[in-house]
């Protein structure tokens, strides 16, 4: 392939991703809250990959509050530190050559920033950034929440990348997200 041609292709990508990630992020605000789903956005840029989750805190606790005892406390914690690494549930195409760069958590219940929790319907949204050295060649993503989280039934999931957009639902044993080609 010319250099003309890459360079070209690589532009189209980031300028796909670009227009695409506002929509995103505006679905993802919109996102219902309702329990055993996870709404996934998947941006795929040239270098860059993000992965950004809108869920109730119910489905990562079985509380979606602070925590109010020891023991919430402790199970909030280790939610929070099985989020932050995201390798353990996050899976990459190799062919894309990514390595994980940053998890950013919001939620206000758990002290992480964001709106303060109001009422008893707390969420929590995430966003991890991978840098990769071609995101445009994974074909697929394994997003193990389901795993990581029993009470996680349904992932619904919107990606946008340099093939468009498209949207999956994951359930059951399912946990790949097929990347366009």
């Not at 670009?18 to 795929?44: F, R």
């Not at 190799?94 to 919001?106: D, H, K």
């Not at 206000?108 to 990769?132: F, I, K, N, W």
């Not at 957009?165 to 059951?172: C, D, I, N, R, V």
């Amino acid at each position: 392939m010319k250099k003309s041609l890459r360079t070209s292709l690589a532009a189209l990508a980031a300028l796909a991703a670009a227009v695409m990630l506002p929509t995103l992020a505006l679905a993802q605000t919109h996102a219902a809250h309702e329990h055993g789903k996870v709404a996934v956005d998947i941006a795929v840029e040239r270098e860059q990959l993000t992965i950004g989750i809108d869920t109730p805190l119910d489905n990562l606790l079985g509380f979606e509050r602070a925590p109010r005892s020891a023991a919430e406390k402790q199970a909030a914690d280790a939610a929070v530190a099985r989020l932050r690494a995201a390798d353990g549930w996050l899976r990459i195409d190799p062919q894309a050559g990514c390595q994980l760069q940053a998890v950013t958590l919001e939620s206000g219940a758990l002290g992480l920033g964001g709106a303060p929790a109001e009422g008893e319907h707390a969420d929590l949204e995430g966003s991890v950034t991978y840098r990769c050295t071609d995101a445009t060649r994974a074909a697929w993503i394994d997003v193990g929440l389901a795993d990581a989280f029993k009470r996680v039934k349904v992932l619904q999931v919107q990606v946008a990348g340099p093939q468009g957009q498209a949207k999956q639902t994951l359930s059951g044993k399912n946990r790949r997200v097929v990347l366009a080609k």
